[in-house]
């Protein structure tokens, strides 16, 4: 059976696609691709809960110690964001995280990084990152004959990425003990490390699905699915709480329900926004990322408090590339809608480097609320001032029936008086296009809408779209007439 392995931002396809041979001859091109384009003599390895995940991750032991590499492994699962700690600790090394994120149980798979932090990805990295993984392993190029076997080197990070983390938040015990909250892990693997900050910092917890699991028996290891969210719902219901936090399969994603219901992304950033300034050190007026589907008000609230803003292409790849690598503006952070967060996160040499630390914005979420609870209920009342249709996937497999299909979309939305914004303020592509009515740089009109339209870059032959509107009306007959046009377009198939 044929898999597509390598995706847009990571390796990633059903467990069996990496099973026995085929562990080591992925394993082979990774280690070809590491000491011959990237030059480096040793790689991090980490893993998540995943079954499967423990045996390719002594695959890929032996096949990099035999090719030379020297490798660096923490044996037991952690998340994604302890496994960008434990880079920090080795900028030097290439690194491999053993995941699936939040995709099923029965899927498993990579995320790569290169030295200090470097994205690898399709068109992220030497030679094309990724693409050039896939050749390698396509055509089965040997390594070649190693100097040396490589050293393995075993970590153990949990209590230096715990301090590290409250560090970086500048949160001491005092800052946000006493509060009480709720979280649910999902059974993933970010469950101890978080759970135990709380602890040693004196925060009450309540913490379902705290133990890592990757039978995953709750559902999908993903907070944006309301059946992976029952007993998180359940459990609220019986007991109330102002906070409440829900973490993906790998911990790299971080939902915060505020009374009982999800808070957005963006408007969390809004509500630490203050926090995070007082970190900055760097830039007295730093740049805020917001993913291109974060909802008008939010910019314009966010520009009302003085704070610089700016729109990105959404995806880790694209946003952790733009972090590092602007010399004309300074990036402090980033959110996406999906519950990404990214911060210029300090490595041992002092340097910045773009990444994820969960970790580091929930306690700096806590120290907020501490601080000033009003911040969340001012964010709450925003996004209750305009609607939201979520995101939802359209598949049409078909090329050029999904384009007559997205013309279709683009005229109905132009007969609604809406422009089309596809790339950002210098002219760089934000990888999907917002239809606007009602809108420009520096007024929103009584009534506005916002259509975000995308291909997936994780799944193949999926449309994302979601609708924004001043009004429920209008959000429900935009929405609707989209839905419409994709049933026409699967009857005339």
């Given amino acids: 059976m044929q898999y597509t392995l390598f995706r847009a931002h990571d390796i990633r396809a059903k467990r069996e ?73 080795h900028a030097e090394a290439a690194a491999v995280m053993v995941t699936a994120s939040h995709n099923p149980a029965s899927y498993l798979g990579m995320k790569l990084v290169g030295p200090n932090l470097q994205v690898i990805s399709m068109g992220h990295g030497k030679l094309g990152g990724l693409e050039e993984v896939q050749k390698l392993y396509e055509k089965e190029v040997p390594i070649g004959k190693p100097l040396r076997v490589g050293n393995v080197h075993v970590l153990d990070t949990l209590s230096s990425f715990i301090a590290y983390s409250a560090d970086l938040a500048q949160v ?15 059974h993933g693997s970010a469950g101890p490390a978080i759970a ?102 939010l910019l314009a609230e966010m520009q009302r408090h003085g704070r610089k803003v700016a729109i990105v292409q959404p995806g880790h790849s694209a946003i952790k590339q733009l972090m590092n690598s602007s010399t004309q503006a300074f990036y402090l952070c980033a959110v996406e809608e999906s519950a990404h967060y990214y911060y210029q996160l300090k490595g041992l040499d002092c340097k910045r480097y773009a990444s994820e630390n969960t ?23 925003l996004q209750d001032s305009f609607f939201r249709e979520r995101e939802w996937s359209v598949s049409i497999k078909d090329d050029s029936e999904r384009a007559v299909f997205l013309k279709k979309v683009g005229m109905l939305l132009a007969s609604k008086g809406a422009t089309t914004l ?21 007024e929103i009109y009584r009534v506005w809408f916002q259509v975000f339209q995308r291909l997936s870059q994780s799944e193949d032959n999926l ?17 609707k007439a989209i839905k419409d046009l994709e049933s026409a377009s699967h009857r005339t198939t």
Avoid: W
Avoid at 172 to 186: N, P, R
């Fill in 172 to 186: 001491e015990a005092c800052d946000v003990d006493s509060l009480s909250i709720g979280c649910d892990f999902q």
């Fill in 196 to 297: 135990r900050a709380f602890g040693e910092l004196g925060v009450h917890y309540t913490a379902l699905h705290l133990i890592p699991n990757g039978n995953f028996p709750q559902g999908d290891p993903n907070p944006g699915i309301e059946t992976s969210m029952r007993d998180a719902k359940a459990f609220l219901t019986e007991q109330p709480l102002d906070l409440f936090f829900a973490y993906d399969g790998d911990g790299d994603r971080m939902d915060l329900l505020y009374k009982g219901r999800q808070l957005s992304p963006s408007l969390v950033m809004l509500s630490i926004a203050d926090e995070l300034a007082k970190l900055n050190k760097s830039d007295s007026n730093p740049i805020f990322l917001f993913d291109v589907k974060a909802s008008p008000p």
């Fill in 422 to 442: 596809s790339v950002d303020a210098q002219g760089n592509s934000l990888g999907a296009n917002l239809y606007r009515y009602g809108l420009d740089q520096t």
């Fill in 463 to 479: 449309l994302r779209f979601e609708v924004l509107a001043s009004d429920q009306g209008l959000c429900q007959e935009i929405a």
């Fill in 17 to 89: 696609a990496f099973a026995g041979t085929e562990g080591v001859r992925l394993g082979t091109a990774l280690a070809h691709y590491f000491i011959h384009t990237l030059s480096v003599s040793s790689v991090v390895l980490a893993r998540d809960a995943r079954l499967g995940g423990a045996e390719l991750q002594q695959t890929l032991i032996s096949v990099f110690s035999n090719a030379g590499l020297d490798v660096y492994v923490e044996p037991n699962p952690v998340g994604t964001c302890q496994f960008y700690y434990a880079c920090l600790s």
């Fill in 359 to 381: 970790l580091f914005y929930t306690l700096l979420i806590l120290k907020a609320y501490k601080r000033n609870p009003s911040l969340f209920e001012n964010a709450r009342k």
